[in-house]
C-alpha cells in the first residue's frame, strides 16, 4: 500500500488545487462571477465536490470553536517573512520554523484552515490529502507534506471572497487582484476589514493547533501590506529577504510555467502573464521600499538570499539577537541539522538570450541598483 501510495504521489499532476477546501458559497461565487473556460470544467467539478463534502465539517468547527478562535494571547510579537516570490522566503521559513517555539501555518491549514481544529475533519482532509499531495513541487522541486509550513495566503483564499490568490486560477486579473487584495488601494472598506479579520483568525488557529509561542509568517504578499501588519500587530517583527531581480524574474517565470496548468480555470496567456510578472515585481518591491519606513527601529531585518544560502548560521544568530529572541540556544542545533540536511539541494539553472536578458535588466534596474546586484555568473547567456 505504501508503495502505491508513493506512485500516485509521484505520478499526481496537481489536479486536486487548493480551491477545494473553499467556503462552498464563496467557491460557487467566485466560479459564477469568473466562469470556467473549456477544458477546465472536469477540474472545477471535483473541487466544487470537495468543497461541498467540507461543509458540514466547517459548520461544526466555526459552532465548536470560532469563540476561540477569535482571540489568542500572544506571548511574542509575530514575525512576517517579506519578499518578492522566489526570493528564498521559503528556505528562510523553513530554517526558522526548525525552532521549537515556532509556530505556522501547514500545507494542511493552507487547504483547509475551516477543518484545522476539529480532530474528525482534520483525520479525514488529512488523510485524503496526503494521498494526492504531490512529493515535490513542480515549479522548483522543493518537498511538500501536510506539516510543513506553509504560505497563509492560500488560508485566506479559502476564507474570504478576497485574495490576490485567486491569479492562480484567474490569471489575466493578476493585476487587478494586486489593487484590491494585496494594498488594498482599490478594495472596498468593508471587504478589507474581513480579510483582515479573517486573517487574524487564521494566524490564531495556527497558534491553538501548535500551542506555541511564536508565530512565523511566510507570505510574500505582505511585501505590500506592512501598513495593514502594523494596524493588525503593532510591535510585529520584519524579515525582508531579497534575491538578485535576474533569477527572481527568470525563477518566477519557470514556478508561473510549471504550476499554472495544475490550478488554472482558464486559458494563460504566457505573454501577457509575464508582463504582468515585471508589473509585480515593480510595485511591489517598491511599495516595500516606500512602507518599510513605518516600521519601529529594530523590528526590520534585511537579509541577502546568497548569505542565507551560502553561510545560514550567521544570518539566523543575527535575526535572533536583533529580535531578542530567547529560544536560539535550543534552537540552533536543530535549525544547523537542517541546513546541513538542504546542501545538496539543486537550484534550477537558466541559459537565455541576450534580448531576454537586457529586458530584465531594464525591467528591474531599480533593484539591481539598490541591493548592489551584477549579473548572475552562472546564467548562460546566447545571441
Not at 475551516?114 to 488523510?127: E, H, I, M, P, V
Not at 474570504?160 to 492562480?168: E, L, N, Q, R, V
Not at 535588466?361 to 545571441?383: C, Q, S
Request: proline fraction near 6%.
Amino acid at each position: 500500500m505504501k508503495g502505491k501510495t508513493k506512485y500516485i504521489r509521484e505520478s499526481f499532476r496537481l489536479y486536486l488545487p487548493p480551491a477545494v477546501g473553499y467556503n462552498y458559497p464563496l467557491l460557487v461565487k467566485l466560479l459564477r462571477k469568473y466562469g470556467v473556460e473549456k477544458g477546465y470544467h472536469g477540474r472545477a467539478f471535483v473541487i466544487a465536490l470537495i468543497s461541498m463534502i467540507g461543509v458540514p465539517f466547517r459548520i461544526y468547527e466555526k459552532a465548536a470553536y470560532d469563540k476561540k478562535a477569535s482571540k489568542v494571547e500572544f506571548k511574542e510579537p509575530p514575525v512576517f517573512i517579506l519578499g518578492h516570490w522566489r526570493s528564498g522566503t521559503t528556505h528562510l521559513h523553513n530554517l526558522l520554523c526548525q525552532d521549537p517555539e515556532a509556530s505556522y501555518v501547514t500545507t494542511y491549514q493552507s487547504v483547509f484552515p475551516d477543518q484545522t481544529l476539529a480532530s474528525g475533519a482534520r483525520f479525514l482532509f488529512k488523510n485524503i490529502m496526503k494521498m494526492l499531495i504531490p512529493i515535490n513541487r513542480k515549479g522548483d522541486n522543493v518537498k511538500l507534506d501536510t506539516d510543513y509550513p506553509q504560505e497563509e495566503e492560500f488560508s485566506l483564499s479559502a476564507r474570504t471572497p478576497g485574495s490576490y490568490y485567486f491569479f492562480w486560477y484567474f490569471p489575466e486579473l493578476m493585476l487587478q487582484y494586486f489593487d484590491e487584495f494585496l494594498t488594498f488601494e482599490s478594495c472596498d472598506k468593508n471587504l478589507r476589514d474581513k480579510i483582515v479579520d479573517d486573517y487574524r483568525r487564521v494566524i490564531n488557529k495556527a497558534m491553538i493547533s501548535t500551542g506555541k509561542s511564536r508565530f512565523l509568517s511566510k507570505n510574500p504578499v505582505n511585501t505590500g501590506r506592512i501598513p495593514t501588519l502594523l494596524e493588525m500587530y503593532p510591535d510585529a517583527k520584519f524579515i525582508y529577504i531579497h534575491r538578485n531581480p535576474v533569477e527572481v524574474i527568470l525563477s518566477t517565470r519557470h514556478f508561473f510555467s510549471k504550476m499554472m496548468p495544475g490550478l488554472t480555470l482558464h486559458k494563460v496567456d504566457y505573454n501577457k502573464l509575464n508582463q504582468d510578472i515585471y508589473t509585480v515585481y515593480d510595485k511591489l518591491v517598491n511599495t516595500y521600499i516606500e512602507t518599510k519606513k513605518m516600521v519601529p527601529e529594530g523590528n526590520l531585518i534585511e537579509v541577502r538570499y546568497d548569505d542565507l544560502t551560502t553561510d545560514p548560521m550567521p544570518q539566523i544568530d543575527r535575526i535572533y539577537k536583533t529580535f531578542r529572541f530567547k529560544s536560539f540556544e535550543n534552537a540552533r542545533p536543530v535549525i544547523n541539522a537542517y541546513s546541513e540536511s538542504k546542501k545538496g539541494y539543486v537550484k534550477n539553472e537558466y541559459a537565455i538570450k541576450k534580448e531576454l536578458l537586457d529586458e530584465i535588466l531594464h525591467r528591474t534596474d531599480f533593484a539591481m541598483k539598490r541591493w548592489n546586484y551584477d549579473v548572475p555568473g552562472h546564467i548562460g547567456v546566447t545571441e
